[in-house]
Each structure stands twice: as structure tokens, then as C-alpha cells.
């Protein structure tokens, strides 16, 4: 088989995407860093860092741990803010030929309203990410999620102001996600990133304290893969309609098309960057290679091919 003739395409809140590998939100900055064409190839999208409306300074430091387990970041969304994003990010962003989604994590739903507002006219924006689930900082974040209140009110903003295609991007919901999705169905959303970090905490046994500032932040890593790969499962068993676009602890082609062969269409790539800057080049082929070893025309093929059907 012609390798040009198998595909890596496809499409997920109605944007061509080159391939299915999305770089996630915090681990390329605002996509800008990228300047190598070899890498640019391969990405299908980029998810800029998380964006309010004034610039965050995020946690006072330590606030990064790497552990055997992954990496605990405790960051907190520090961000350059809207009115520098505008001048300074969005120029350098129209230069690159891949396509945009801004994650934007809002301190309050006025926050977003006015976030919303500034950024539709944007056109190398092509889709935003709403973070409702950040477990590292104390305001917005995952108390977007928990509380229904203010989940259905951030919505409604959503619904009335954005004019672009929107993912949630939701927390690793285990054991509760059923309602908190039928919430957003009902509210029209159709496209979940599924899901942000794992809460988590480390001590440092010599000085016997917390390791990080804040105590807690999000666990990422090779850890969570297998949980939130059965958190992909449930969703796309439960709700099919779903478009889901999965995240956490990517680290080589199998664990992606492990995502893929689920129910993803797409599949962000996070901390495992910060190892290997050239991961999605890496990835992207050696899926290329999987598909033409298994006589299979397009990543299309194999998108939800397994089915859970446990409880």
C-alpha cells in the first residue's frame, strides 16, 4: 500500500484536522514555540494555554513535582491575559498553518463574556476549550463543574455569545459523570475533552511538608491513561452522540490509538512534550505505519471500533 494513500485525517468540532494528535493546552504555550515545519506537519490542532481575561501570575513556586507516577503541576493558569493575547499572540498565530482552539479559563462567567466577545472576531480561532475543570487553582476552575448553578449559567453564556465550536473540558469524573454530561447535552454541547488532571499531593518526607505551595495540583502522566481510557469507554457507551476528544497520559502511538479504537476522534498530547518535544512526529508516523500494516485506508476506520459493554 502507497503510504500516500492511507489517511490520517479527520474531523473534530467541524475542523479538518491534518491528523488526530491535538497539542494540549499548557504544554506548547500558545502554539508559537512551534517553528519546526517537521513537527507543524503533524500536529492536527493547538490548544493555547488556558486564557482569562487579566494576566495570572498562577502559583507562587514550587509548583511543578515529578514523581514515578507523572507529573504534578500546580501552575494555577498563569497567563499573559486578553489584551496581550490579542497583541502579541494572535499575530504569530496567523503565521502557522494549523488550526487554533483557545482554551479559556475564566475566573467567572462574566469573565467569559467578555472573553467571548473580544475573540470571535478572530479568524485563525477556529474552536475554543472551556476549562471547567482545573483542580489547581482556587477560583472558577473545577468549582465551574461541581456546582450545577453555575455549570448551566456558564453555559447559557456559551450558548449566547461564542460563535465558534466549543469542547468542555471536563474532570476525570469517574464515578459521576453521567449527570454532569447530560447536563451539557442538554445545553446543546456535543464535544467533551475528556478529561483534565487527577487531583493530587506529595509530601517531602525530609523537611515533612507539602511539596507544592498550594498542597494539592493535577496529576498527569502514564499513570492516568488506563482511568481515563475506561472514562472514554463509559462516555462514548453511554452517550454516542458524543464527539469526544480524549487527553491524559499519551505517551506513544499505542496509547493513542488505544483512544482512537474507544471512541476518540482526536487525542491531545500533554506533559509527555515536556520529555520529547518531537512526540507527535514520532506518533503521528508510527500510526501511520500501524494503518498500513493493518491494510487500513484512513484513522477513520478504526475510530470507535471497540465497544464497553460492561457496567
Not at 445545553?187 to 498550594?214: C, H, M, Q
Not at 520529555?275 to 512526529?281: D, I, K, S, T
Request: glycine share 6%; aromatic share 8%; net charge neutral.
Amino acid at each position: 500500500m502507497n503510504p500516500s494513500e492511507v489517511s490520517l485525517s479527520t474531523t473534530v468540532l467541524s475542523i479538518p484536522l491534518k491528523t488526530p494528535l491535538i497539542m494540549a493546552s499548557g504544554t506548547w504555550g500558545y502554539g508559537t514555540e512551534i517553528i519546526e515545519q517537521s513537527v507543524l506537519q503533524f500536529i492536527g490542532a493547538i490548544v493555547t494555554k488556558g486564557l482569562s481575561l487579566e494576566p495570572r501570575e498562577g502559583n507562587p513556586p514550587p509548583r511543578l513535582i515529578e514523581t514515578a507516577c507523572g507529573l504534578i503541576n500546580s501552575v494555577g493558569l498563569e497567563n499573559v491575559g486578553l489584551e496581550n493575547f490579542m497583541e502579541a499572540i494572535v499575530p504569530a498565530l496567523s503565521e502557522l498553518e494549523t488550526p487554533v482552539i483557545v482554551n479559556i479559563a475564566p475566573h467567572s462567567v462574566n469573565e467569559l463574556k467578555e472573553i467571548l466577545t473580544c475573540l470571535n472576531k478572530i479568524d485563525v480561532i477556529k474552536a475554543y476549550e472551556i476549562n471547567v475543570s482545573c483542580p489547581n487553582v482556587e477560583e472558577g476552575g473545577i468549582a465551574f463543574i461541581q456546582n450545577r448553578k453555575v455549570l448551566i449559567e456558564l453555559l447559557d453564556i456559551l450558548n449566547n455569545y461564542a460563535e465558534k465550536p466549543c469542547s468542555i473540558k471536563i474532570p476525570p469524573l469517574i464515578f459521576s459523570y453521567r449527570k454532569k454530561v447530560e447536563a451539557i447535552l442538554r445545553k446543546g454541547f456535543k464535544t467533551l475533552t475528556v478529561a483534565n488532571t487527577y487531583p493530587a499531593s506529595w509530601i517531602d518526607i525530609n523537611a515533612e511538608k507539602f511539596a507544592l505551595w498550594r498542597k494539592t495540583g493535577g496529576l498527569s502522566g502514564p499513570a492516568i491513561f488506563p482511568i481515563t481510557l475506561n472514562l472514554v469507554l463509559l462516555i462514548a457507551r453511554d452517550f454516542p452522540e458524543v464527539e469526544i476528544i480524549a487527553s491524559g497520559g499519551v505517551y506513544n502511538y499505542d496509547v493513542a490509538l488505544q483512544y482512537l479504537l474507544a471512541g476518540a476522534r482526536a487525542v491531545q498530547i500533554g506533559s509527555y512534550n515536556f520529555l520529547n518535544p518531537y512526540a507527535v512526529r514520532e506518533i503521528a508516523k508510527e500510526i501511520l505505519d500501524y494503518l498500513k500494516k493493518k491494510k487500513y485506508h484512513s484513522v477513520e476506520e478504526l475510530i470507535g471500533k471497540l465497544k464497553y459493554d460492561g457496567t
